[in-house]
């Protein structure tokens, strides 16, 4: 399992005095207030980062980080995702799943005439859908929904799903 979870993406500079535009990549946009630091992941390397000020604007957060005052010492990390550490995350209620652990998954049917492995996950208004390449290569879209999703044992990395009908066509 991951230990960093990642939490939004940096997605421009805000300003001239170092801020950060960040593109969610959470179900709570506000859990930032909370954070105290991040994990910047350069590529590279990962830095670890203090919050020094938190606010909003439209759907992203705008971030400013201790020792980065100024555009220039922030503007290359554009495009750089920010992690936390696992024990930072939200409390997930019974089957929440974060998807960072998802991947990878082996799926199958409860007759197990179909399986393969979860690719992605697609955050829609209703519900998400798991993206899962088939065995036969082709990509199936399971809504991940109590009357598709049986199963998930994520220590035997493991979803055990219904197909509904036409999900195969």
Known sequence: MEQLLQVGIISSTHGIRGEVKVFPTTDDVNRFKKLKEVTLDTGKEKLRLEIEGVKFFKQFAILKFKGYDNINDIEKYKGKSLLIERKDAVKLEKDE???????GVRVENEDGSFGGVLKDVLTTGANDVYVVEADDGKEVLIPA????????????????VHLLEGLLS
Do not use: E, N, T
């Open 145 to 160: 929904i109590r009357d598709c999703i049986l199963s998930v044992d994520l220590a035997a990395g493991q979803m055990k």
């Open 97 to 103: 799943y974060f998807i960072a652990d998802l991947l």
